[in-house]
C-alpha cells in the first residue's frame, strides 16, 4: 500500500474529531473564535514536531524561498475562511450533511491542481469524482422533492455556506502542496511540518488582528476555554500534518478524493454523538461518496 493512503486515512479521522469538538465549541465562542483555536493551539504541537525532527533524526532546515511565501500563505488564509465556513454550515444542517457539502472540494482541488500544478487525475478518477458530486445532490434533496427542486436546494444556505468551504479548502490544498514542493531539502516529513508551522504561525497573527478588530473579546473566550481548546489544536496538528505529508506525497486531488473517508466518521459521530438524525436520501448520498472514494483506491 501506497504511504499516502494511509496517511490520509488518518488526516481524515483526525479532522472529523477536531471539526466534532468545534462544534461543540459554537455558542461558548463564535465561529471564527472555534476557528482561531485550531491554529493558536495547534501551532505549538507544529513547531515542536519540527524542532524534533531536526534535534533528534538530523532532519535539514529548509531555507525560505518566495515561491513557498507566498503560497503557504494563500493556503493558510484560505484555510481560515474554510475551517470557519464549515463550522458555520454545522449551525445550518447536521454535521454529516455539512462534512459533506464541503467534499465538493474534491473537483475543485482537481481543477485546481491541474492549473496551478499541471497535474490532471486520471480518467477513473474523474469518473469517481461525478458519483461523488451526485452523492452531494442527494444530501441536498429535500424530503419528497424532485430532481429540478434538488438543484434548487444548491441555492440553501448550508448548501452555499459548505461547498464555499470546500472552494477555500481545494485552494488551502494546491497551494499547500506547491509550497511543500518548492523548498530546497528535506523529506516529506520534514517538508510538511515545516509548512505547517510557517503556516500556522502566519494563521495565528491573521486571525489575531482579525478578532480584535472584528470580534472583541473571543480570543479572551478562546483562552478561557482552554480545556477544549487544547485537544482541537493536538488534533487539528494531527490532521493538518497527515494532510501535509500525504499532499506532499501525491497530487493533491487523490489525497482529497479519498480523503471523503471522513464522511464515514461524521456519519458516526452525527448518529453516536450529536444524536441528530438522517433522512434516507442523505444516507443515499454518502453511500454514493463512498462509492465515488473506492474509485480513487482502484485508480
Same mark, same amino acid.
Given at each position: 500500500?501506497?504511504?499516502?493512503?494511509?496517511?490520509?486515512?488518518? =488526516?481524515?479521522?483526525?479532522?472529523?474529531?477536531?471539526?466534532?469538538?468545534?462544534? !461543540?465549541?459554537?455558542?461558548?465562542?463564535?465561529?471564527?473564535?472555534?476557528?482561531?483555536?485550531?491554529?493558536?493551539? $495547534?501551532?505549538?504541537?507544529?513547531?515542536?514536531?519540527?524542532?524534533?525532527?531536526?534535534?533528534?533524526?538530523?532532519?535539514?532546515?529548509?531555507?525560505?524561498?518566495?515561491?513557498?511565501?507566498?503560497?503557504?500563505?494563500?493556503? $493558510?488564509?484560505?484555510?481560515?475562511?474554510?475551517?470557519?465556513?464549515?463550522?458555520?454550515?454545522?449551525?445550518?444542517?447536521?454535521? =454529516?450533511?455539512?462534512?459533506?457539502?464541503?467534499?465538493?472540494?474534491?473537483?475543485?482541488?482537481?481543477?485546481?491542481?491541474?492549473?496551478?500544478? $499541471?497535474?490532471?487525475?486520471?480518467?477513473?478518477?474523474?469518473?469517481?469524482?461525478?458519483?461523488?458530486?451526485?452523492?452531494?445532490?442527494?444530501?441536498?434533496?429535500?424530503?419528497?422533492?424532485?430532481?429540478?427542486?434538488?438543484?434548487? #436546494?444548491? !441555492?440553501?444556505? #448550508?448548501?452555499?455556506?459548505? /461547498?464555499?468551504?470546500?472552494?477555500?479548502?481545494?485552494?488551502?490544498?494546491?497551494?499547500?502542496?506547491?509550497?511543500?514542493?518548492?523548498?530546497? +531539502?528535506?523529506?516529506?516529513?520534514?517538508?510538511?511540518?515545516?509548512?505547517?508551522? *510557517?503556516?500556522?504561525?502566519?494563521?495565528?497573527? *491573521?486571525?489575531?488582528?482579525?478578532?480584535?478588530?472584528?470580534? &472583541?473579546?473571543? /480570543?479572551? !473566550?478562546?483562552?478561557?476555554?482552554?480545556?477544549?481548546?487544547?485537544?482541537?489544536?493536538?488534533?487539528?496538528?494531527?490532521?493538518? #500534518?497527515?494532510?501535509?505529508?500525504?499532499?506532499?506525497?501525491?497530487?493533491?486531488?487523490?489525497?482529497?478524493?479519498?480523503?471523503?473517508?471522513?464522511?464515514?466518521?461524521?456519519?458516526?459521530?452525527?448518529?453516536?454523538?450529536?444524536?441528530?438524525?438522517?433522512? &434516507?436520501?442523505?444516507?443515499?448520498? /454518502?453511500?454514493? *461518496? +463512498?462509492?465515488?472514494?473506492? $474509485?480513487?483506491?482502484?485508480?
Amino acid at each position: 500500500m501506497d504511504l499516502w493512503i494511509p496517511i490520509t486515512v488518518f =488526516a481524515a479521522a483526525m479532522q472529523s474529531v477536531r471539526t466534532a469538538i468545534q462544534k !461543540k465549541l459554537v455558542g461558548r465562542v463564535s465561529a471564527n473564535g472555534a476557528s482561531f483555536d485550531r491554529f493558536l493551539y $495547534g501551532a505549538p504541537w507544529a513547531v515542536a514536531a519540527f524542532l524534533g525532527l531536526v534535534a533528534f533524526a538530523g532532519a535539514p532546515v529548509p531555507s525560505l524561498n518566495d515561491v513557498f511565501l507566498i503560497h503557504i500563505a494563500i493556503g $493558510g488564509i484560505a484555510q481560515i475562511a474554510a475551517t470557519t465556513l464549515l463550522i458555520q454550515a454545522f449551525t445550518l444542517r447536521n454535521f =454529516a450533511v455539512g462534512t459533506t457539502y464541503s467534499k465538493t472540494e474534491v473537483i475543485q482541488t482537481a481543477i485546481f491542481g491541474a492549473i496551478l500544478l $499541471g497535474e490532471t487525475p486520471a480518467t477513473l478518477v474523474w469518473v469517481a469524482i461525478l458519483v461523488s458530486l451526485v452523492g452531494v445532490l442527494f444530501l441536498a434533496k429535500p424530503p419528497k422533492a424532485s430532481f429540478g427542486e434538488t438543484l434548487g #436546494a444548491l !441555492k440553501e444556505p #448550508a448548501a452555499l455556506v459548505g /461547498i464555499g468551504a470546500g472552494a477555500f479548502f481545494a485552494v488551502a490544498a494546491v497551494t499547500i502542496r506547491k509550497a511543500s514542493l518548492s523548498l530546497d +531539502v528535506g523529506d516529506f516529513a520534514t517538508r510538511a511540518l515545516f509548512s505547517l508551522s *510557517v503556516m500556522n504561525c502566519i494563521q495565528i497573527v *491573521v486571525m489575531a488582528v482579525y478578532l480584535r478588530w472584528r470580534e &472583541p473579546g473571543q /480570543i479572551s !473566550k478562546v483562552i478561557e476555554h482552554w480545556r477544549p481548546s487544547v485537544l482541537v489544536g493536538l488534533t487539528s496538528f494531527a490532521g493538518s #500534518a497527515g494532510w501535509a505529508m500525504a499532499m506532499t506525497l501525491q497530487n493533491a486531488a487523490y489525497v482529497r478524493a479519498l480523503g471523503q473517508v471522513e464522511l464515514i466518521f461524521a456519519l458516526l459521530f452525527t448518529r453516536f454523538w450529536f444524536r441528530e438524525s438522517m433522512r &434516507p436520501s442523505e444516507a443515499l448520498g /454518502i453511500a454514493l *461518496v +463512498v462509492v465515488g472514494l473506492l $474509485g480513487v483506491l482502484l485508480a
